[in-house]
C-alpha cells in the first residue's frame, strides 16, 4: 500500500516532469523493466489527461455562463421568436428572396419605363402639336358655350384655318340636299362646301343637334343637278363584324378610312350610333360610312378620345327620320331617294371612284 | 439589434490568438458576437432560450477543442463554422427528439464540420463519465481530487484546506480517491 502510493506520487512526478534527471533516469529504467509499472503510467497518463480536460471544459463552460449571463437573453429572443402571423413568418424566412425580387422588380420596370420613354421622343412631338390646335379648339368651344348657353358640341372637327372649320359631308339628293354633322356648322356665319376645286354656298335647310345631324341645301347658282346617286341609305341595322369604310376629308383630298362595326351602340351605349372601328382624324365628321354593297349605313360623328380605334357613326335609321321630319314646304323641291343601288357587286375601288362626286368637303366661316 | 451586436464582434483573427492565449475577453467577445445568430436559427427551429445556450456552448467547446489542436486553419469566416456546427448539432438533437426537421432549410452557407463533431463527441462522451464519476465519488475526494488536478493547487495548500495534519495524510487520501475515481471512471 505504501509503495502504491510512492509509485503513484512519482508516476504524478515523472509526468508533470517534476523529477530531477537522475530520478527521472531511474524511473524509466524502471518503466522499461516493469510491464506493470509501464501500464500503469499510460493509463494515469490518459486518465488525468481525461481529468485536466474535463477540468477546462468545465471553466471553459463558467466561463461562457458568465459570459451568458451579459446577454440580454429574453428580451433578445422576444423578438426573434417565431411569430404568430403566418404572414411575418413568411417575411422573416423570405426577406432576402423578397428583396431580390422586388430590386428586380424595380429595375425591370425602370428599364421598360425608359425605353418606353426613349422611344416616345418622336411621338411626342406629334402630340405636342396637336395639342395645340385642342388648346385653341377648346378656346372657342368655351366661347361659343358661353355665348349660347347651350350644351358643350360634343367635338369639333377640322379647323383648317383660323376661325374656319372643316367637316365632310355627302349628297342626298340629286338637286342639291347635303347630309353633315350638325357640330360641323354649328354657330356658323355662312357656310360653303367644296368639290373637285368648285365651292358652292349652302344654307342649313333642317337640323337635329339631339342626333347631331343637319341637313344642307346648295343654293349656289352655278349649282348644277347631280346625276342619280349611286349609294341608298340603308333603312335596317347592319350586323358587328360588318366591313364598312367612309370617304372624309381630313385634309383637302378625299381621304379613305376602312374598318368594320365593332358595336351596336356608340358611346356610352348611345343607341342612336354604331361604334366603328375606322381610323379617323379631325375633318372626318360627316363623312358617309358605306357598306360592302354600297349602302349607306351612319355619319361618322366622333371619336373616343382615351380608347384607339373607336368612332362613332349616327345611325342611317336617324338621317332617313330626319329628312322625313323635314316639313315639305321647308324642302321647297322633293328631296329625292335613290331606291336602286348601282354600286352593288362593285368592288371598292368602283365603288369609291362613282362615291368621289357626291361627297363634299363642309367648309364653315364665323 | 442584431447589427448593434455584430458591431462588437471581434475580428476571426482576434478570436483566434485570443482562444491561444487563454484570454477571457476574447471568449467573451466571441460568445456575445454571434450568439445572437444561433438564438435566432435555434428559435426558428422548434427550439427555445434555453436549446440556444446549450447548443451554442457546445459549438464554442467544438471550436475551443480545434484551436487548441493547434492544427486549427481558417477555411472558412469563424461565423460560418460556428454555424454549421450549431447547426449540426441541433439537427441531431432534433433527430432525437423526432421532431419534425423538414423545414430546415437545407440551402444555409455550411462548412463540413462532421469530423470535429465526432471527435467532440468521443471526447463529451468521456466528459459525462466523469463528471457522473466525481459526483458518484463524493466528498471530501471530489473537492480533493479538484483541487489538486484541475485547480493545481499544491499538496500543502490542500492540507490546510482540509485541516490534515501533514501532507503524507492528503497523499494518502488523494490516492485512495484517485483509485475510486478510476474504478467509478472505467465501471461505468
Request: aromatic share 8%.
Amino acid at each position: 500500500m505504501r509503495n502504491d502510493i510512492e509509485l503513484d506520487a512519482m508516476i504524478e512526478d515523472y509526468l508533470k516532469g517534476n523529477l530531477t534527471a537522475a530520478e527521472a533516469e531511474a524511473f524509466e529504467q524502471l518503466r522499461t523493466n516493469d510491464p506493470v509499472v509501464d501500464h500503469k503510467v499510460v493509463a494515469h497518463k490518459a486518465f488525468l489527461e481525461t481529468l485536466t480536460q474535463y477540468g477546462k471544459v468545465l471553466s471553459l463552460k463558467q466561463q461562457m455562463d458568465n459570459a451568458h449571463a451579459q446577454i440580454d437573453v429574453e428580451a433578445m429572443a422576444e423578438k426573434m421568436r417565431p411569430h404568430p402571423s403566418f404572414i411575418v413568418n413568411l417575411w422573416r424566412k423570405n426577406k432576402s428572396a423578397v428583396a431580390i425580387a422586388a430590386s428586380f422588380l424595380l429595375l425591370t420596370i425602370f428599364s421598360v419605363y425608359s425605353i418606353q420613354h426613349n422611344s416616345k421622343q418622336n411621338g411626342t412631338y406629334e402630340v405636342m402639336r396637336r395639342e395645340i390646335t385642342n388648346i385653341r379648339n377648346n378656346q372657342n368651344k368655351l366661347v361659343r358655350t358661353l355665348n349660347s348657353n347651350g350644351p358643350a358640341p360634343k367635338t369639333r372637327k377640322g379647323p383648317s384655318g383660323l376661325a374656319k372649320f372643316g367637316g365632310s359631308g355627302f349628297a342626298l339628293t340629286a338637286n342639291g340636299y347635303l347630309c353633315t354633322n350638325y357640330h360641323v356648322i354649328r354657330d356658323a356665319d355662312s357656310i360653303y362646301v367644296q368639290k373637285n376645286g368648285e365651292s358652292f354656298k349652302v344654307k342649313v335647310a333642317y337640323f337635329d343637334a339631339q342626333y347631331d345631324i343637319a341637313i344642307l341645301k346648295i343654293i349656289d347658282n352655278t349649282f348644277t343637278p347631280l346625276s342619280n346617286l349611286p349609294y341608298k341609305l340603308k333603312r335596317n341595322g347592319v350586323g358587328m363584324g360588318e366591313d364598312v369604310y367612309t370617304l372624309g376629308f381630313p385634309k383637302d383630298d378625299a381621304v379613305l378610312g376602312e374598318g368594320y362595326v365593332s358595336s351596336r351602340t356608340g358611346h356610352n351605349g348611345d343607341t342612336t350610333q354604331y361604334q366603328v372601328s375606322i381610323p379617323i382624324n379631325p375633318g372626318n365628321s360627316g363623312g358617309a360610312v358605306f357598306d360592302n354593297y354600297g349602302n349607306i349605313v351612319g355619319m361618322i360623328t366622333a371619336k373616343e378620345n382615351q380608347v384607339e380605334g373607336a368612332a362613332f357613326a349616327v345611325k342611317s335609321k336617324h338621317i332617313l327620320e330626319a329628312l322625313n321630319a323635314i316639313p315639305s314646304d321647308s324642302l321647297g323641291r322633293k328631296v329625292v331617294l335613290s331606291k336602286k343601288n348601282p354600286l352593288q357587286g362593285l368592288n371598292r375601288t368602283k365603288q369609291i371612284d362613282k362615291i368621289q362626286d357626291f361627297v363634299y368637303m363642309i367648309k364653315v366661316y364665323n | 439589434m442584431s447589427n448593434k451586436l455584430s458591431s462588437s464582434v471581434p475580428t476571426d483573427r482576434e478570436v483566434v490568438l485570443g482562444i491561444l492565449n487563454n484570454s477571457e475577453d476574447a471568449l467573451n467577445r466571441l460568445y456575445t458576437g454571434y450568439f445572437p445568430m444561433i438564438l435566432q436559427f435555434i428559435m426558428n427551429n422548434n427550439g427555445d432560450e434555453d436549446d440556444a445556450k446549450d447548443v451554442y456552448q457546445e459549438a464554442i467547446i467544438v471550436l475551443y477543442n480545434k484551436i487548441r489542436s493547434g492544427d486549427f486553419e481558417l477555411s472558412s469566416k469563424l461565423k460560418t463554422y460556428i454555424y454549421s456546427v450549431c447547426r449540426r448539432i441541433w439537427l441531431k438533437k432534433l433527430a432525437q427528439q423526432s421532431k419534425k426537421t423538414t423545414n430546415l432549410s437545407e440551402l444555409d452557407d455550411v462548412v463540413a464540420v462532421e469530423v470535429d463533431l465526432e471527435q467532440h463527441e468521443e471526447k463529451e462522451l468521456l466528459f459525462e463519465k466523469m463528471g457522473s464519476a466525481l459526483i458518484s465519488l463524493g466528498e471530501p475526494c471530489k473537492t480533493i481530487i479538484q483541487d489538486f488536478y484541475i485547480n493545481n493547487l499544491s499538496m500543502q495548500d490542500i492540507c490546510e484546506k482540509f485541516g490534515y495534519t501533514n501532507t503524507d495524510n492528503v497523499k494518502t487520501q488523494k490516492y485512495k480517491c484517485m483509485q475510486r475515481l478510476k474504478k467509478l471512471f472505467f465501471q461505468t
